[in-house]
């Protein structure tokens, strides 16, 4: 053999070559996204279950070598790709236009949900991890948030097991709000602004906000969507606040892949897009076009990291994460509803 093949046969693989690695594990994704928009359309249902469920189906690839590279790439770069695109949703005209009543009743909503999960989580037995990445879940914007707190959280063999566990529970829980706190709103005769701050203020998940707050008025979904977008402008400082408190437990733990975790940034390079993006569409920089273009695009990104993640668990992997999680994000859920009405009855 010659010196220059040696070279050659020794040279790392190229860009292009690394791409086509992530190819068949990437299109995979991409079908079962596509397969669960399709029925969320046609017969609707929550698109992310879908994408989770249909994932989880196609569980034997996901250690199969020509699938692996691109479902671990969709469930980390895509995945924080996704989460820093939801900044285009947000303006500061929005957060301003809620006052500081409205927007002090959801910090504390948010706060104290926080705080529950945590100190209930210690009681339940799970580690502080597990408790922060279900608060944050039901507390800010269900799936959504639950996967980019996970993103900053410490990797081990069980986290993404409890991730996904977290996911399915709080779409199943804010399904179930959006079909349950519109009656309850009627029931207790909310006008339309205290009805989208109820809706708004407790409902996991985005679209489930906007499904339950049209189904009372045009009014009433058009304030529920705004309190809902405040809660989300809140992911930043929570990602934040968690990545600086287990900065050094990432770093000492192990990665995914067993692989000891290098020195990492203490702000996530896709928070730094998500505040970029609320910045430039708060001073109009972001056509209308382009916006709802954004959003598309975050969306699908994030069903796509679902179905990644759905992949690389199984129902009995889910199963072994056991009752206590459960228990957990029913109370906090429970708990978010009932901070939010005691503060519209008990207010000025």
């Given at each position: 053999?010659?010196?220059?093949?040696?070279?050659?046969?020794?040279?790392?693989p190229?860009?292009?070559?690394?791409?086509?690695?992530?190819?068949?594990?990437?299109?995979?994704?991409?079908?079962?996204?596509?397969?669960?928009?399709?029925?969320?359309?046609?017969?609707?249902?929550?698109?992310?279950?879908?994408?989770?469920?249909?994932?989880?189906?196609?569980?034997?690839?996901?250690?199969?070598?020509?699938?692996?590279?691109?479902?671990?790439?969709?469930?980390?770069?895509?995945?924080?790709?996704?989460?820093?695109?939801?900044?285009?949703?947000?303006?500061?005209?929005?957060?301003a236009?809620?006052?500081?009543?409205?927007?002090?009743?959801?910090?504390?909503?948010?706060?104290?949900?926080?705080?529950?999960?945590?100190?209930?989580?210690?009681?339940?037995?799970?580690?502080?991890?597990?408790?922060?990445?279900?608060?944050?879940?039901?507390?800010?914007?269900?799936?959504?948030?639950?996967?980019?707190?996970?993103?900053?959280?410490?990797?081990?063999?069980?986290?993404?097991r409890?991730?996904l566990?977290?996911?399915?529970?709080?779409?199943?829980?804010?399904?179930?709000?959006?079909?349950?706190?519109?009656?309850?709103?009627?029931?207790l005769?909310?006008?339309?602004?205290?009805?989208?701050?109820?809706?708004?203020?407790?409902?996991?998940?985005?679209?489930?906000?906007?499904?339950?707050?049209?189904m009372?008025?045009?009014?009433?979904?058009?304030?529920?969507?705004?309190?809902?977008?405040?809660?989300?402008?809140?992911?930043?400082?929570?990602?934040?606040?968690?990545?600086?408190?287990?900065?050094?437990?990432?770093?000492?733990?192990?990665?995914?892949?067993?692989?000891?975790?290098?020195?990492?940034?203490?702000?996530?390079?896709?928070?730094?897009?998500?505040?970029?993006?609320?910045i430039?569409?708060?001073?109009?920089?972001?056509?209308?076009?382009?916006?709802?273009?954004?959003?598309?695009?975050?969306?699908?990104?994030?069903?796509?990291?679902?179905?990644?993640?759905?992949?690389?668990t199984?129902?009995?992997?889910?199963?072994?994460?056991?009752?206590?999680?459960?228990?957990?994000?029913?109370?906090?859920?429970?708990?978010?509803?009932?901070?939010?009405?005691?503060?519209?009855?008990?207010?000025?």
């Amino acid at each position: 053999m010659s010196p220059t093949s040696a070279a050659d046969t020794a040279r790392p693989p190229g860009l292009p070559q690394q791409l086509l690695q992530f190819l068949p594990g990437t299109g995979l994704c991409c079908v079962i996204a596509m397969a669960a928009t399709l029925v969320s359309t046609l017969h609707g249902g929550p698109q992310f279950l879908y994408a989770l469920f249909f994932g989880v189906a196609f569980h034997y690839l996901s250690q199969d070598p020509k699938t692996r590279p691109g479902i671990e790439f969709c469930s980390r770069t895509v995945l924080r790709v996704g989460v820093g695109l939801l900044g285009a949703r947000i303006t500061a005209s929005q957060i301003a236009g809620l006052g500081w009543t409205t927007a002090g009743i959801v910090i504390a909503a948010v706060v104290t949900t926080l705080l529950c999960g945590v100190l209930l989580g210690r009681f339940l037995g799970l580690n502080r991890a597990q408790s922060v990445l279900s608060g944050g879940a039901v507390a800010i914007c269900g799936a959504s948030a639950a996967l980019a707190i996970s993103a900053v959280l410490p990797r081990t063999k069980d986290s993404e097991r409890f991730t996904l566990m977290v996911v399915v529970t709080v779409t199943v829980l804010s399904t179930l709000a959006m079909v349950i706190y519109p009656l309850a709103a009627r029931l207790l005769h909310l006008p339309p602004e205290l009805a989208g701050l109820f809706l708004g203020g407790t409902i996991h998940d985005v679209a489930q906000v906007v499904g339950a707050g049209y189904m009372l008025s045009p009014e009433t979904g058009d304030y529920a969507t705004i309190v809902k977008l405040f809660r989300v402008s809140m992911l930043a400082v929570v990602v934040v606040v968690v990545s600086t408190l287990f900065k050094k437990a990432r770093e000492q733990g192990e990665d995914g892949d067993g692989t000891v975790a290098t020195k990492q940034a203490l702000v996530p390079w896709f928070l730094w897009v998500f505040v970029a993006l609320v910045i430039i569409n708060s001073i109009g920089g972001v056509p209308a076009a382009v916006q709802a273009g954004l959003n598309d695009v975050s969306r699908a990104c994030l069903v796509v990291a679902i179905a990644a993640l759905g992949i690389k668990t199984s129902f009995g992997q889910l199963a072994r994460a056991g009752w206590r999680p459960f228990l957990l994000l029913l109370i906090e859920t429970l708990w978010m509803a009932g901070i939010v009405l005691a503060a519209i009855y008990l207010g000025p």
